[in-house]
C-alpha cells in the first residue's frame, strides 16, 4: 500500500488527528507556504461533546459527524488520508501508518485522547466506554437490547441486572448520560414497556472524588448533584468501583451493584505515537511540548489538544483536555507556522479560559463564564446555543435543533433502534 500523496515545491505539513485541535490547525494553516496531509482512522470528524445524545437515542451519530473530504472541497494543496499512524522515524521524518510510510517536514500531533481503565483489565473487557461515535451507537445498542431482555427474564434478579444502569464516573459525561437516562425512565420508557415497572429500575452514578463535577466551583457541583437526585439518579461520591464481571460492580468497601450495563466515563488517556525518547511521554499517556507545542528535544515535531502536556506556572499538569485549548492551540499553530516560513519569532501559546457547562435534563443546567455563574433553564439555554453554535454544517446543525425541539415538546424521540450486525 501507498500513501500516493503528490510532490509539491511547498513544504509537507502532516497533521495526525482532526479533532478539535487538528482539525482548526487544517483550516487555518498557510496553504500558500505548505501542502497540508491530514490522516485520521476514521473519515469523518466527530462532535464528541454530544456523544451521550447518541448513547441516549436522543441523536442519529450522523448529526454530530462530518466528513474530512466534504470540508475541504475544492481546497488546493490539501490531501485527507484515512489511516492509522503507528510510529514515527523522528530522525528520518517519516511516519508508519496502515497505508505506508508519509515523510514530513512538519508533522503534529492530534490525536486526542482514549479511554483509561487504569489498568483494570476486567472493567475494560465488561464495561462499556464512550469515546467514539461508533462506542456510543454501541450503547445505544446495548441499553434497548438490555430492555428487551428484561421483559424475557424470568426470574426478578435478572429483570434487576437487565434493567439497573451504573455510570462510573461523575464528570460532565456521567452526570449528563445519567440525567438523561433517568428523564427517559421517566417519561419514555414506561410507554415502551408497558408490561414493566420502572420504578424497580435504578440509575446509579457512581464518583470517586467527594463531588460530581469536580473541575467546577462548589456552587455548581451542588446544583447538579441536586438536579440529579431530584431525577431520580442515585449519586454515590467517594465511591470506587474495583471489579465488573459483566453482573455484579463490586466497590472498594466489597458492596456489590447487580447490573449488566455499567457505562465508564471515569478517566481518559493521551493517544501517544511510538517513536520518541522515553523521556517525553508524560503519565496520563501525553507528550511534553513546550510554549509552542514543540515535542521537547525534538525540531519541527509539534503535539496539541489532549495528547499534548504544556506545564507552567498556571497549569502544572497541563491544559485540561477540553475543546477549546485544543481549538486555541490549533489556531497558535496555524500562526507559528506561517512564522516559521517568514523566519519571525514564535508566538508562545496563552490559553483563554472561556468557562465550563454541563447540563443534567431539561430547564436543568450548570454554567460557568469568567466572571459569572448561573444554573437553570438560562443555563440550559446557554448551554444548547454555544453547542449548537459549534456543530460542524448547517444541515447538522439544522437537525441537531430539530431534534431538540422535538423531543422538547412531546417527550417522544423514534430513534430507539438496535441496529447491530447480522448474525450468523
Ligand atoms: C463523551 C465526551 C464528552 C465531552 N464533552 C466535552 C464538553 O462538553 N466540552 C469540552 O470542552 N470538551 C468535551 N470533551 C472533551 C473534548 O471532546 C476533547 O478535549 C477534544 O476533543 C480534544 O481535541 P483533540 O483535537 O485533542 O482530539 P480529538 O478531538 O479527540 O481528536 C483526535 C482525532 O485523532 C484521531 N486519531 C487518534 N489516534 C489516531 C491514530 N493513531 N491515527 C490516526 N488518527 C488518530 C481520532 O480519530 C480523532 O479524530 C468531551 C469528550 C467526550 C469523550
Request: net charge positive; glycine share 8%; proline share 4%.
Amino acid at each position: 500500500m501507498n500513501a500516493n500523496i503528490p510532490n509539491s515545491d511547498k513544504k509537507r505539513v502532516v497533521i495526525v488527528g482532526g479533532g478539535f485541535g487538528g482539525l482548526k490547525l487544517a483550516q487555518d494553516i498557510s496553504k500558500e507556504y505548505f501542502q497540508v496531509v491530514l490522516i485520521d482512522r476514521n473519515n469523518y470528524h466527530q462532535f464528541q461533546p454530544l456523544f451521550y445524545q447518541v448513547a441516549t437515542a436522543g441523536l442519529e451519530p450522523s448529526s454530530i459527524a462530518f466528513p474530512f473530504r466534504k470540508i475541504f472541497h475544492n481546497k488546493k494543496h490539501f490531501h485527507f488520508r484515512l489511516a492509522e499512524v503507528n510510529n514515527v522515524k523522528v530522525e528520518a521524518k517519516i511516519i508508519e501508518t496502515t497505508i505506508g510510510e508519509i515523510q514530513f517536514d512538519y508533522l503534529i500531533i492530534a490525536t486526542g485522547a482514549d479511554t483509561n481503565f487504569f489498568g483494570n483489565e476486567q472493567i475494560q473487557k465488561f464495561a462499556m466506554p464512550m469515546k467514539s461515535i461508533s462506542e456510543a451507537l454501541s450503547i445505544r445498542n446495548t441499553l434497548f437490547q438490555r430492555l428487551e431482555d428484561a421483559v424475557n427474564a424470568n426470574t426478578e434478579e435478572e429483570k434487576e441486572k437487565c434493567m439497573n444502569i451504573v455510570i462510573v464516573g461523575g464528570g460532565p459525561t456521567g452526570v449528563e448520560v445519567a440525567g438523561t437516562l433517568a428523564e427517559m425512565r421517566s417519561y419514555i420508557l414506561p410507554k415502551d414497556y408497558p408490561e414493566m415497572d420502572f420504578k424497580k429500575m435504578k440509575i446509579v452514578l457512581l464518583e470517586g472524588s467527594p463531588r460530581v463535577l469536580n473541575a467546577m466551583s462548589d456552587e455548581s457541583c451542588v446544583k447538579a448533584k441536586e438536579y440529579l437526585l431530584k431525577l431520580g439518579v442515585e449519586v454515590h461520591n467517594n465511591t470506587n468501583v474495583v471489579g465488573y464481571d459483566g453482573e455484579y460492580v463490586t466497590l472498594k468497601n466489597e458492596s456489590k451493584i447487580p447490573t449488566k450495563t455499567l457505562i465508564w466515563s471515569a478517566g481518559v488517556k493521551g493517544n501517544s505515537i511510538s517513536g520518541f525518547e522515553e523521556s517525553v511521554y508524560l503519565p496520563g499517556g501525553r507528550f511534553a511540548v513546550d510554549e509552542f507545542n514543540q515535542i521537547l528535544g525534538t525540531k519541527n515535531i509539534f503535539a496539541l489538544g489532549d495528547v499534548a502536556c504544556m506545564q507552567s506556572e498556571k497549569y502544572p499538569k497541563g491544559h485540561p483536555q477540553m475543546a477549546q485549548p485544543a481549538i486555541q492551540q490549533g489556531k497558535n499553530l496555524a500562526k507559528n507556522l506561517k512564522r516559521i516560513a517568514e523566519n519571525s519569532d514564535l508566538i508562545p501559546f496563552e490559553y483563554k479560559d472561556l468557562g465550563s457547562m454541563a447540563t443534567v435534563g431539561r430547564n436543568k443546567a450548570v454554567v460557568e463564564l469568567p466572571n459569572y455563574k448561573f444554573q437553570g433553564f438560562f443555563a440550559w439555554a446557554v448551554w444548547m446555543v454555544v453547542h449548537l453554535k459549534s456543530i460542524l454544517g448547517i444541515r447538522n446543525r439544522f437537525l441537531v435543533f430539530l431534534n431538540w425541539v422535538w423531543n422538547y415538546l412531546t417527550y417522544n424521540l423514534s430513534l430507539r433502534l438496535i441496529i447491530t450486525h447480522k448474525k450468523k
